[in-house]
Each structure stands twice: as structure tokens, then as C-alpha cells.
């Protein structure tokens, strides 16, 4: 199940303010964009609630691929993605909140990111959707 296009670009719009803003002379991934407050009180607002100490439940079974394009070119980098977890523990979305560089890597982590899987919220819990911030790091070997 996918989230609505509307808050799909809600969040699309608050990564591009977030990002526009401080950090036009720096790499948001390098300065833990999804760990900053500013972050987290926009994700709150549009009705995510902040899952810092969830852990997956289920993890992909294959690795993430280093993509042969980007080891090619001796590339290396970071993507951060947003999951967007359901009440019963499955992923609903998945959005990219910076990468680095740009263009490489996110469509290969947003595919891979997939898989994941979380405890169901119980039954007398609210039943919210839960945000979890993935960081896949590239590098050469």
C-alpha cells in the first residue's frame, strides 16, 4: 500500500526546505539531517510518529548492491531514507531524504528498503504511522 500522492509531496516539500536551507554549503547526509529536530517536528506534523529506537523485525534477504555504474567510477556515498512503517508493521512508503551524491544510489536503496519489516503496533497502542530513518552507506573495497 502506497501513502497518497498529497503526502508524498508533503514530505518531498519539507526535505527540499529542510535541505534548501543550512545546508546549501554542506552534504546533509554528512551533517545526520534525519537526526536534527527541524526533521522530526515536520515529519510529526504530518502525522508520522518518531520510531528513533525501532529496529526492523525483518531485514532484506540480499544485500544492497553496489551499483556497477557508481564502483566504476570509484564513486562512494551515503543515501538516508525515510520508511514509513504501518500500524501492522509493514512498509508504505519510502522516501529519500538526501543522498550523496546525488543520482547513484537512492533507486537502489528505495527497491532494497522494500523489504524491511517492523513489529505491528498492539492492539490497544494508537494506531499510527511510524517513521525510521535508513542509512546506507556505499564505500569501495
Known sequence: MELYVPLRAAIALAMAILIAGPALAKSPCKDSLAETDNFWAMVEAMGIERS??????????????????????GFEGTVAVLLIIAPEGHIVDRVVICSNPFGYFEAGVLDW????????????APQVLRGWVLTAKFRLQ
Not at 67 to 73: E, I, M, P, S, V
Not at 113 to 124: I, M, Q, S, V
Open 113 to 124: 528498503a522494500r523489504d524491511f519489516g517492523f513489529t505491528p503496533l498492539p492492539p490497544e
Open 52 to 73: 528513533e529506537a525501532l529496529q526492523p523485525s525483518k531485514r532484506p534477504k540480499e544485500k544492497l548492491k553496489f551499483l556497477d555504474l557508481a564502483a566504476n567510477a
